[in-house]
């Protein structure tokens, strides 16, 4: 995104240390060390606000208090501010995801995700949450508009 919008500044939080110092070195190898910062903290107390764009990849249904980590989201973001989530395509029903992604999907939020948003007392919603379940989340956080942008096979955008 830094290479894309090079008028653009851009900071990346995790709790996870390690990935920080792995994203700074790669950031600062790609000559991105100006406008690209990280910095460890955790999604329910990340600092900042004003931000023109919040970017989830993948992670929403890891959280340990997704609502919360919502919550925190729609208050660092200027009023006409976005949130992107991508996350893991999945349909509503299981039934409809007993397909070669989804259970590859299925088999993966049980080995991974579901037990890392477990251990921070969350709800596990897992790989297989659904547009639904993800809206129930967004929702409860305080915004007012949650739409489907785009799909493709392995992932919502939302």
Not at 5 to 17: A, L, N, Q, V
Not at 34 to 53: H, K, Q, W
Not at 60 to 87: F, K, Q
């Amino acid at each position: 995104m830094a290479e894309a919008f090079p008028k653009s500044t851009f900071i990346g939080y995790d709790y996870h240390e390690s990935s920080i110092a792995c994203a700074h070195k790669a950031a600062v190898k790609a000559g991105l060390g100006r406008r690209v910062t990280f910095e460890v903290a955790s999604s329910t107390d990340f600092p900042g606000s004003g931000f023109d764009l919040v970017a989830c990849f993948d992670c929403l249904h890891d959280m340990g208090d997704p609502v919360g980590a919502a919550r925190h989201v729609r208050g660092s973001l200027t009023p006409d501010g976005t949130w992107l989530i991508v996350e893991p395509f999945a349909e509503d029903e299981v039934e409809k995801n007993l397909n070669p992604v989804g259970r590859t999907y299925y088999a993966a939020s049980t080995l991974v995700c579901v037990p890392a948003s477990m251990a921070h007392g969350s709800p596990a919603l897992g790989a297989q949450a659904g547009e639904t379940r993800l809206r129930e989340v967004v929702m409860g956080g305080g915004f007012t508009r949650f739409r489907r942008a785009t799909q493709t096979p392995s992932n919502l955008i939302l």
